[in-house]
């Protein structure tokens, strides 16, 4: 009889054993499961905000490209031949690289250009200053001459 109950008791030991395991399995899988879920939650926060970025921008590219159409309807209105002749221009690049090498050329002449009108601008501001002393100088000059003509 002593047997039998030791082999009882042998066999809740194990069943408990058992159970602590499967608990401990079962917690493990549940944090792994808890784990998982919070990074495909990042994950999918990280693309929502993503796409809303990529959504920004192409409302932000869509208005620019509307801008430019009206701009260039405006162009073509005013100088229907220059406008053909960019028009021909563009067409001619044919990759990616041609097109930023077209770029990188207009916007190193819009550079030189702005540089060239704050050229002008500073030497026109120049030529005002000195027509402006040159009058005053001259209105100096006659208001002293007719206060000596006038004694």
Avoid: C
């Avoid at 808890?34 to 192409?58: K, M, V």
């Avoid at 209105?77 to 044919?94: G, M, N, R, W, Y």
């Avoid at 006659?142 to 206060?147: E, F, I």
Wanted: aromatic share 2%.
């Amino acid at each position: 009889m002593s047997n039998d109950v030791r082999q009882w008791l042998a066999e809740i030991k194990e069943l408990k054993q058992q159970l602590a395991d499967s608990i401990r399995d079962r917690d493990a899988a549940n944090e792994s499961a808890a784990n998982w879920r919070r990074l495909y939650n990042t994950e999918a926060q990280q693309r929502r905000t993503e796409a809303r970025l990529a959504q920004q921008q192409i409302d932000t590219l869509t208005l620019e490209i509307q801008q430019l159409q009206q701009e260039k309807a405006q162009f073509k209105a005013q100088d229907p031949d220059a406008t053909s002749a960019i028009e021909q221009e563009v067409a001619k690049l044919q990759t990616l690289e041609q097109v930023q090498q077209k770029l990188i050329e207009v916007i190193m002449e819009r550079d030189r250009l702005i540089d060239a009108l704050k050229l002008e601008q500073a030497n026109h501001a120049q030529t005002r200053n000195s027509l402006t002393a040159v009058i005053g100088d001259t209105i100096d000059q006659l208001t002293k001459q007719r206060d000596t003509t006038d004694k």
